[in-house]
């Protein structure tokens, strides 16, 4: 699937928050080249090409967690089975997961509204490319520099591109969360592609929007400037969602290149 394999370090939570009853996020990592999911929870290595993938799901307890598990599992499967990765493929993978989704509510009309967001990357050759639906985010902290790779599509964020609303009033927006396109519940489904390449030490993170309506970019930018392990980082950024609030689920993924990644 690719001509060089390098090397990752990994860490991926998810938690259900302080409000929450249950869980609707989903995340999955996993090696593509073996086919194999990765456990979450703990410190990882990983070699490429990796599959990074959080979904946020909507539409009551068992249809979000439902739809969220479509996602990953599905769009892993996907990817598993391509002959070659681009972040096309990527978007060909989440809509085979709306294809599933919309065809699971068609058999069975009580799961009516169940969907997810989410982003979707493979490291790979150098390079991390993928695609994202709806307000799950993907960042890149370089040197000491946070980047953000994703842009929300909510009706706030389309606001503010439009010149309709101030970006610093964008966070305490009532509307701040109403998504513009999610898998499973959107006719015309459209995933947002992405791609750039990777250099050593560069540390990507995927989260849910339970992360970041309680940790804003600076302060990520912040804790991920500290010397911490991944998973230092990954529980310290889920404790201050948590102390912050904890409104909604939270999930966090990291990836730290590791060595020479020009590939």
């Not at 992360?211 to 230092?232: F, K, P």
């Amino acid at each position: 699937m690719e001509n060089q394999s390098h090397t990752i370090e990994l860490f991926g939570i998810s938690d259900k928050g302080s409000v929450r009853a249950d869980n609707q996020d989903a995340i999955l990592l996993g090696e593509l080249g073996r086919g194999q999911k990765l456990a979450s929870g703990k410190p990882l290595v990983a070699s490429t090409p990796l599959y990074l993938v959080v979904a946020d799901g909507m539409g009551g307890a068992a249809g979000g967690l439902l739809a969220a598990e479509t996602v990953t599992n599905i769009s892993f499967r996907r990817l598993c089975d391509a002959d070659s990765s681009d972040a096309s493929s990527v978007s060909a993978a989440l809509m085979e997961a709306d294809k599933e989704i919309k065809a699971r509510v068609q058999s069975n009309p009580e799961l009516r509204g169940m969907g997810a967001v989410a982003t979707a990357c493979i490291f790979q050759d150098g390079r991390i490319f993928g695609a994202q639906v709806g307000d799950t985010r993907l960042y890149r902290f370089r040197g000491k520099s946070l980047a953000r790779l994703t842009s929300d599509q909510t009706r706030v964020a389309e606001l503010v591109k439009q010149g309709l609303l101030a970006e610093q009033d964008a966070e305490n927006h009532p509307e701040k969360h109403v998504v513009l396109q999610a898998i499973g519940p959107m006719e015309n489904l459209e995933p947002v592609s992405f791609a750039e390449s990777t250099a050593a030490d560069d540390v990507y993170l995927i989260c849910s929007d339970g992360l970041t309506r309680h940790v804003n970019d600076q302060e990520i930018e912040a804790e991920l400037g500290t010397a911490r392990s991944l998973e230092s980082l990954g529980r310290r950024l889920l404790e201050r969602a948590i102390s912050g609030g904890g409104e909604d689920n939270i999930s966090i993924v990291l990836a730290r290149i590791v060595g020479d990644s020009t590939g």
